[in-house]
């Protein structure tokens, strides 16, 4: 399974650097470059706005959303550096529709269309001489609408992090040149690169992630500011503040290697914060804003955006798993009832599962007294702990089961943290046995 996906990896990989290498040769072909700094993690279920986290989509499954963005004045001249002369992009309002597909349970491909609605440019002030616009006596342009450069991914996770600290992601990606340079939608070439997702699951409601690139572009020499190739360095938090609510912050740093760090000019730098908010299980609302931390190109004074996100995991196959069955004292299950990291919420996948427990209880009312519903963990955590998250667990698959129309009263709950092991701890393997739920009858 390894080797067959290092060979995908590095397919992929071949594949990108094909289609980005022509972006130097495309040089002499671009005469500006985009505007657009807010790139949304389009393979994220939404726990971040624009810095990925190590987990992807699951097999069969689908994510996809959009997002409205609003930047005001992201590229100006000024004179001296940091004193507004004039505009160049002084509004920029962009719709990012995106969508992404796992093809694996390890590797997913996706899509970002970003479409700039209003497009409040100014190409005089860019390629004539500033000098002229002291006086506020240069030409105004209509605002208009403009495709950007269409951006294609594959996301390869590397490490999972479902059941411990640290995870790992690899994503090569390429832009296509659809979006016109010369009003700063697209770059004027193809471009591409690959960044690196290192996450950390450091709490059950906080998470934090890392990423790392590179992006080659072509080269572009534009009122004193050298475009071309770029280190991309983002940091992202999320912090569930209740359940169905999150608080997110994120830091993003996109300096031009061209005279590394000598132009403050060059290097576009942007803070962000916002919420996450559960509408329903599959549907996320986010919204938020930020602000240039520089000078750089695409660097806003400000950013208003918001986006609505919904992501769908495949039922297990019902013909390659057997159904619950009914013992004299518990109802047995083959399938393991799967939670999030850390975690007390009942991933979707294992919804059909449970859907049949319930049905088999309530068609079992006559003739049982109660069910106990019993939660188990693994060994990661400490005593205390395991024993608090065991306990929520099954109180999950109790409220689950009552929203399915099985009477409340009929439940109990306990847990047994990590006090009752069914197979090592020493493995992944056996730990993912042991977090799992038990259901215990009594008859009447």
Same mark, same amino acid.
């Given at each position: 399974?390894?080797?067959?996906?290092?060979?995908?990896?590095?397919?992929?990989?071949g594949?990108?650097?094909?289609?980005?290498?022509?972006?130097?040769?495309?040089a002499?072909?671009?005469?500006g470059?985009?505007?657009i700094?807010?790139?949304?993690?389009?393979s994220?279920?939404?726990?971040?706005?624009?810095?990925?986290?190590?987990?992807?989509?699951?097999?069969?499954?689908?994510n996809?959303?959009?997002?409205l963005?609003?930047a005001?004045? /992201?590229?100006?001249?000024?004179?001296?550096?940091?004193?507004r002369?004039?505009?160049?992009?002084?509004?920029?309002?962009?719709?990012?529709?995106?969508? @992404?597909y796992g093809?694996?349970?390890?590797?997913?491909?996706?899509?970002?269309?970003?479409?700039?609605?209003w497009?409040?440019?100014? /190409?005089?002030?860019?390629?004539?001489? /500033?000098?002229?616009?002291?006086?506020?006596?240069?030409? @105004?342009?209509?605002?208009?609408?403009?495709?950007?450069?269409?951006?294609?991914?594959?996301?390869?996770?590397?490490?999972?992090n479902?059941?411990?600290?640290?995870?790992?992601?690899?994503?090569?990606?390429?832009?296509?040149?659809?979006?016109?340079?010369?009003?700063?939608?697209? *770059?004027?070439?193809?471009?591409?690169?690959? %960044?690196?997702?290192?996450?950390? *699951?450091?709490?059950?409601?906080?998470?934090?992630a890392?990423? %790392?690139?590179?992006?080659?572009?072509?080269?572009?020499?534009?009122n004193?500011?050298?475009?071309?190739?770029?280190?991309?360095?983002?940091?992202g938090?999320?912090?569930?503040?209740?359940?169905?609510?999150?608080?997110?912050?994120?830091g993003q740093?996109?300096?031009?290697?061209?005279?590394?760090?000598?132009?403050?000019?060059?290097?576009p730098?942007?803070?962000?914060?916002?919420?996450?908010?559960?509408?329903?299980?599959?549907?996320n609302?986010?919204?938020?804003?930020?602000?240039g931390l520089?000078?750089?190109?695409?660097?806003p004074?400000w950013?208003a955006?918001?986006?609505?996100?919904?992501?769908?995991?495949?039922?297990?196959?019902?013909?390659?798993?057997?159904? /619950?069955?009914?013992?004299?004292?518990?109802? @047995?299950?083959?399938?393991?009832?799967?939670?999030?990291?850390?975690?007390?919420?009942?991933?979707?996948?294992?919804?059909?599962?449970?859907?049949?427990?319930?049905?088999?209880?309530?068609?079992?009312?006559?003739?049982?007294?109660?069910v106990?519903?019993?939660?188990h963990?693994?060994?990661?955590?400490?005593?205390?702990?395991?024993?608090r998250l065991?306990?929520?667990?099954?109180?999950?698959v109790?409220?689950?089961?009552?929203n399915?129309?099985?009477?409340?009263g009929? %439940?109990?709950?306990?847990?047994?943290?990590?006090?009752?092991p069914?197979?090592?701890?020493?493995?992944?393997?056996?730990?993912?046995?042991?977090?799992r739920?038990?259901f215990?009858?009594?008859?009447?």
């Open positions: 399974m390894m080797i067959k996906r290092l060979k995908s990896i590095s397919l992929a990989l594949m990108m650097a094909c289609l980005a290498a022509p972006a130097t040769s495309q002499a072909l671009s005469n470059f985009s505007s700094l807010f790139n949304p993690a389009i994220n279920n939404t726990d971040l706005f624009t810095v990925y986290r190590a987990p992807n989509i699951a097999r069969g499954g689908w996809a959303g959009f997002y963005d609003w005001r004045n /992201p590229i100006e001249v000024g004179a001296p550096p940091g004193v002369q004039a505009g160049i992009v002084d509004n920029s309002i962009t719709g990012n529709f995106y969508g @992404t093809i694996t349970d390890w590797l997913s491909v996706g899509v970002d269309i970003p479409v700039i609605f497009n409040d440019v100014n /190409p005089v002030v860019a390629y004539g001489n /500033p000098a002229v616009f002291v006086d506020n006596t240069f030409t @105004t342009f209509d605002p208009q609408t403009n495709l950007g450069d269409i951006r294609i991914e594959f996301k390869f996770r590397l490490r999972d479902e059941d411990r600290l640290l995870g790992i992601a690899l994503i090569p990606f390429v832009y296509l040149p659809s979006g016109p340079s010369s009003v700063f939608a697209g *770059n004027g070439g193809l471009s591409g690169g690959a %960044l690196v997702v290192i996450d950390f *699951n450091i709490h059950e409601r906080v998470k934090l890392l990423n %790392l690139g590179f992006r080659a572009n072509g080269k572009v020499d534009l004193n500011v050298k475009f071309g190739n770029q280190l991309l360095v983002s940091l938090i999320s912090i569930k503040i209740i359940e169905r609510l999150s608080f997110i912050a994120e740093m996109d300096p031009i290697l061209r005279d590394f760090f000598d132009n403050e000019v060059q290097v730098a942007e803070a962000r914060g916002g919420f996450r908010i559960k509408l329903t299980d599959n549907f609302l986010n919204v938020g804003g930020g602000a520089t000078i750089g190109i695409k660097s004074d950013r955006f918001l986006g609505l996100n919904y992501n769908w995991a495949p039922a297990p196959c019902p013909a390659c798993e057997a159904p /619950p069955e009914v013992e004299a004292r518990k109802i @047995t299950i083959d399938q393991m009832v799967h939670f999030a990291f850390d975690r007390a919420v009942i991933r979707p996948q294992s919804y059909p599962i449970l859907d049949d427990v319930a049905s088999i209880i309530k068609s079992n009312l006559n003739s049982i007294s109660n106990l519903i019993e939660g963990t693994d060994s990661i955590g400490s005593d205390n702990y395991n024993m065991s306990e929520r667990r099954a109180n999950s109790r409220n689950y089961l009552t399915k129309q099985v009477p409340a009929i %439940l109990d709950t306990a847990g047994f943290g990590e006090s009752r069914i197979a090592t701890n020493t493995t992944a393997e056996g730990r993912a046995k042991n977090r739920v038990e215990k009858v009594n008859s009447k």
